[in-house]
């Protein structure tokens, strides 16, 4: 079979893979990437939540998604959770008390997850399951980070008004007819 030379980033070092290892290598390397990818995302997403609104809700957010499968693609979930679920899974400095929602009193956290869900497309609330059930879906999550790295693009490279006119384009869909 055929050898090839590949030059890894340890000092120009060099070493011979036979087609087998190199297949191998090949995937540690995508699985590596896909790991820091994925960490990058959620990062991100947890940071321009806590920028809209307050850090506790950033927390909630990394803690939803230590609930993902680690096995399964990242972008093509929709995470399904319970506050329940998601309280055990709570940083302990985060802790919210578990009682049960009485009449119009609710639990800090489904209050969190209610104002997380108004103001972010990608988290809904799942009335069909529950009263307590929500859902994160990835791939709106992932086109919401986009459009806000777009617009701040945007805004450095032609200014804050370009960036507001830009949300507006963005908020009507249809805006050329």
């Known amino acids: 079979g055929f050898i090839e030379t590949i030059e890894t980033g340890e000092g120009g070092v060099k070493r011979k893979l036979s087609p087998d290892s190199l297949e191998e290598d090949t995937y540690v390397r995508f699985k590596a990437t896909w790991i820091v990818t994925r960490m990058i995302f959620c990062d991100r997403l947890v940071e321009l939540v806590t920028k809209k609104l307050n850090a506790s809700a950033g927390k909630i957010v990394e803690t939803i998604f230590e609930l993902i499968d680690p096995e399964k693609e990242i972008f093509s979930q929709c995470i399904s959770f319970g506050t329940l679920q998601l309280s055990q899974k709570l940083p302990k400095d985060l802790a919210f008390p578990l009682e049960k ?3 119009e009193l609710k639990s800090p956290l489904l209050q969190y997850l209610q104002v997380l869900a108004q103001n972010f497309d990608f988290i809904e609330a799942q009335t069909s399951l529950g009263a307590n059930a929500f859902s994160l879906n990835l791939s709106k999550a992932l086109r919401h980070v986009r459009l806000v790295l777009m617009e701040s693009f945007i805004r450095a ?3 804050v008004a370009s960036a507001r006119i830009f ?4 908020s009507k869909r249809m805006f050329e007819e």
């Open 101 to 103: 929602s009485v009449g």
């Open 157 to 159: 490279r032609f200014g």
């Open 167 to 170: 949300r507006i384009l963005l």
